[in-house]
């Protein structure tokens, strides 16, 4: 499935995690990824395969959710390391 516009890509490259314990001071923050970064609900309800076939507001709005989801990961790498396991 490739719903996710072309710039929101850049976001599976940040997965470089250590999978070592972390030390005690440290802090974790948690993205649930359905429905809050991508909206898989609407994918699945309207049973959407890839980007392109979207209407070209549809393609517009993921565009924005792309860029939205995009900074908030990036704004979190201010504090520890971004990435998934």
């Not at 995690?17 to 649930?32: E, G, L, N, T």
């Not at 609900?41 to 709005?61: A, E, T």
């Amino acid at each position: 499935l490739s719903i996710l516009p072309p710039a929101t890509h850049k976001l599976a490259a940040m997965r470089s995690v250590s999978m070592s314990r972390p030390a005690p001071s440290s802090k974790v923050i948690i993205f649930d990824w359905d429905d809050t970064i991508c909206p898989s609900s609407f994918v699945d309800q309207y049973k959407i395969d890839n980007f392109k076939d979207l209407p070209l507001h549809y393609k517009n709005l993921f565009n924005e959710i792309g860029k939205c989801a995009e900074k908030c990961l990036e704004a979190a790498t201010q504090y520890g390391e971004v990435g998934h396991p």
